[in-house]
C-alpha cells in the first residue's frame, strides 16, 4: 500500500485536526514527520511540514473532503 500526502501543515494541530476529520470520515489516514517538525524550532519548514497522509485508493476522497472542510463561512452562508 503506498501512501500520498494530501494535506500538507506547518502546525502539528492542524495537521492532527485534518487527519481526525479523515478518519472520522472513514479513511485510513495517518501524520508523518510530526516529531521530527517539534525537534527543532523551524524544522517542520526545513522538512517540508507535517504530512497527511492516505492510501493511494482514497486519495482523491480524501482531497475533495478536506477541500470541503476548508470552504470560508462566505462560500457556504445562504442569503
Known sequence: MKLVTVY?????GDAQVIRSRL?????HALVANELSSL???GYAMAAGGI???VPDEEVADAR???ESCQASPDDTAQD
Do not use: H, K, R, T
Open 8 to 12: 500538507q501543515a506547518f502546525n502539528p
Open 23 to 27: 478518519e472520522a470520515s472513514g479513511f
Open 39 to 41: 525537534s527543532m524550532d
Open 51 to 53: 504530512l497527511v497522509q
Open 64 to 66: 475533495a473532503l478536506i
